[in-house]
């Protein structure tokens, strides 16, 4: 009888299935569109299906699955996983581990998937050997996930974490979340690409304005990537402040609570993390208390595209033996 | 046989030893001068005496005393008790808990004074019913103390709760730190103090040249409160701006944190209490995430100059149960 558990890894576009056995080895995958304007329940039901094709592929018996672990976007109850508002699915209190568990017939864990993000790190990627550990994924915006003594933090409300809403800017830019000077309206993609389509309209000569094919063309990861290998200016002045603020929001959060690891992750870090990591850790170093700084580790995260499923593994596992 | 500890609450001024009973009354106090310059040795041997004249005072006997809990200043380590430094009373490694344990003869528990006066308004004051709180003190910085799930959060390098040393303004007033932007540089009593009396060297007229006799005097925490009651409207101008600057270091902490209870004492916070809590309670509402803060409690702490000895009997108490 095999020992195995399902990780998926549920976003607003996709969801990806995977089979994981104990030694955290992905056995099969089963990637699905989300569709999310179906409804809920017909996500969730097809979720359901891309699990049993997962569990096919990797030739493996139903009955030796023991459960599922699954990171899904917004605030959520973990102990009832109930998804309680995620805007992208337009899902409003959605039983998404109740209906999934009872399609399935084994249990279905729950979990934020930048909490699943962050867990997944502190087992088998960057975060390893630490017990005390806050993950930071810099993206559209930027979310954290927080482990205290080998533990997920939620919070009594269940919604810690927002480390893209730490204020460090007072009157700074305006953030999504209608504030001025979050740490997410200074240093997240959407914040770059704000401040370079700002200056390619008013025509500053970056190579930026032929990727994009003169502004018509959304600024991506790799396009930033792109523009610093070459030394591109305008880039990397952008880029320059965005380090700084994003250092400087790593320096407050150590400053109150005291990590030993820091994980920065997500799209901008892994498409520019040799420009990034140095100088994030430079503007930490001048801004952290050196008793707080003394030991941290500033580290980029290890399993970039598979943080989601392995993560929501971990989750399936550790839920289990708790359970 | 009676059940007492001793809380004592040191600063750099003075030390209060006080006898506590079971019920959290306070039988009698002790006050010495700290007189740090004579030496740590000296310095620990007048608090044994003073703890010893307050177990006389309270006409007690001696074995009827099952600890002491003190409060002290600087990072310390809680377990070894001993204090790692404390530049105002220039105490480097001083091993305070195991140097007055052997002269007194019964164990001592030492922890942070921030800590302390957290914790005793988690279990005696304004923090009472809530598991997961906040203290942050306002004076001459700006300390903070960390409860989660009912107990003192320290981090791996028990330098957690530096609070005072969150940015909040990039590029913002220079801090005692060496930094830019901290809370404390923006909101502590020491930054209230510096705006106005660069205000006053310029003749901007207000009650203050009156109060601290043409600028001779320093500006206290009872002369703010003053010159807020007569509506002095400079007063008035500087602390809109050191309370909104508090308001938006308590959110962030909110939204990365998300504790139940946030306390607010401290010389200023007690000295203009009414001014201070409305204002900052608004602006907090505008910058914390409303899933952050929805049922957060903003509040004033209640045990005013009793804080630290009598989070000092708690912490005693907490330990003896623990050991």
Known sequence: MGDYVVGVDMGGTNVVAAIVDSENQVLSRKKISTDAEDGAEVTISRIADAVREAIGKAAIQPEEVRAVGIGAPGPLDPETGVVIFAPNLKW?????????????????????????????????GAGRGARYVVGMFVGTGIGGGIILDGELYHGPSKVA??????????????????????????????AIQRELEKRLKRGE???????????????????????????????????????????????????????????????????????????????????????????????????????????????????????
């Open 92 to 124: 409003n209190n959605v039983p998404l581990g109740g209906t999934l568990g009872q399609n399935l017939g084994i249990p279905v864990f729950v979990e934020n998937d930048v909490n699943v993000g962050t867990l997944g790190e502190y087992e088998l």
């Open 161 to 190: 974490g927002e480390v893209g809403h730490i204020i460090i800017k007072v009157g700074g830019a305006r953030c999504g979340c209608g504030n001025r000077g979050c740490l997410e309206a200074l240093a997240s993609r959407t």
């Open 205 to 323: 000569k970056t190579l930026l304005a032929e990727l994009t094919n003169g502004g018509k063309k959304r600024i991506k990861s790799g396009m930033l990537a792109k523009a610093v290998a070459t030394g591109d200016e305008v880039t990397l002045r952008v880029l320059k402040r965005a380090t700084k603020y994003l250092g400087i929001g790593v320096a407050s959060i150590i400053n109150f609570m005291n990590p030993e690891v820091v994980i920065l992750g997500g799209g901008v870090i892994e498409a520019l993390e040799d420009y990034y990591m140095p100088r994030v850790q430079k503007v930490v170093e001048k801004y952290a208390m050196p008793q707080s700084m003394s030991g941290v580790r500033i580290v980029s995260a290890q399993l970039g595209d598979d943080a989601g499923i392995l993560g929501a593994a971990v989750l399936a596992r550790r839920r289990l033996a708790e359970s």
